[in-house]
């Protein structure tokens, strides 16, 4: 019974965040309740307060749902001999980011953080956005600099140069797409840019 119990609370809570996705989307989150989101999932505010301290504990749970740390996505492709191709890592690990990003819930996400989030109280959008884009620059700056150590980057350019400008790069492939989502695919568009970009950054030796 105590099991049962567990698993329907956890679903409970997944049927909450669901329905944060879909208010905040549609209203924004400043102007959104957690009486609306409760309404939306066809329950009392009372549960969403069982499950969330508020509406900041809310959204940063649902943001939770779909970060992907540029590490994991590099762990989750489960070849040991990458670690001596990092060039190699990162192109993968980015196809495999994109795979997920177009998802439905990691686009509407992110569509949600980028595009209907003011500050408000606990939130700050611009600060989540930041910490998100560092956390991969930082990755990628590691694994460039494997790069450069293992003679894979080119001489004349530091790994903290190449980190930063495929972040840049990275990041405006990203909005871009994500305001027209369906007029292309972030998936063989952005494979196209990465091999144009790493093929520039690699050493010719």
Same mark, same amino acid.
């Not at 609370?9 to 409970?12: R, V, W």
């Not at 997944?14 to 965040?17: G, I, N, R």
């Given at each position: 019974?105590a099991?049962?119990?567990?698993a329907e609370?956890?679903?409970?809570r997944?049927?909450?965040?669901d329905?944060?996705?879909?208010?905040f989307?549609? &209203?924004g989150v400043a102007?959104t309740?957690?009486e609306?989101?409760?309404r939306?999932?066809g329950?009392?505010?009372g549960?969403?307060y069982?499950?969330?301290?508020?509406k900041a504990?809310?959204?940063?749970?649902m943001l939770?749902r779909?970060?992907?740390?540029?590490q994991e996505l590099?762990?989750?492709?489960?070849d040991?001999?990458?670690?001596?191709q990092?060039?190699?890592?990162?192109r993968?690990a980015c196809l495999?980011?994109?795979?997920?990003?177009?998802?439905?819930r990691y686009?509407?996400?992110?569509?949600?953080?980028i595009?209907?989030c003011e500050?408000?109280?606990?939130?700050?959008p611009l600060?989540?956005?930041?910490e998100?884009?560092?956390?991969?620059c930082g990755?990628?700056?590691d694994?460039?600099e494997?790069?450069?150590r #293992?003679g894979h980057?080119?001489?004349?350019v530091?790994?903290?140069?190449?980190?930063?400008?495929?972040?840049?790069?990275?990041?405006? #492939?990203?909005h871009d797409?994500l &305001?027209?989502?369906e007029?292309?695919?972030?998936?063989?568009r952005?494979?196209q840019?990465?091999?144009?970009q790493?093929?520039l950054?690699?050493?010719?030796?």
């Open positions: 019974m099991r049962r119990t567990k609370a956890a679903a409970t997944e049927a909450l965040l329905a944060a996705e879909a208010v989307l549609e &209203r102007r309740s957690l609306q989101i409760a939306h999932a329950m009392t505010r549960a969403v069982w499950h969330f301290k508020n504990d809310l959204f940063r749970a939770q779909v970060r992907m740390p540029f590099v762990e989750e492709i489960g040991p001999g990458l670690a001596q990092p060039l190699e890592a990162i993968l495999s980011g994109f795979e997920r990003l177009e998802q439905p686009r509407r996400v992110h569509a949600i953080l595009h209907h500050t408000f109280a606990e939130i700050d600060a989540m956005q930041n998100i884009a560092e956390e991969a990755a990628l700056l694994y460039f494997c790069a450069a #293992l980057l080119r001489d004349d530091p790994p903290e140069i190449a980190a930063r400008l495929f972040q840049a790069m990275l990041g405006g #492939l990203f797409w &305001r027209n989502y007029t292309f695919s972030l998936h063989e952005g494979a840019l990465i091999e144009t790493l093929q950054l690699r050493s010719s030796s």
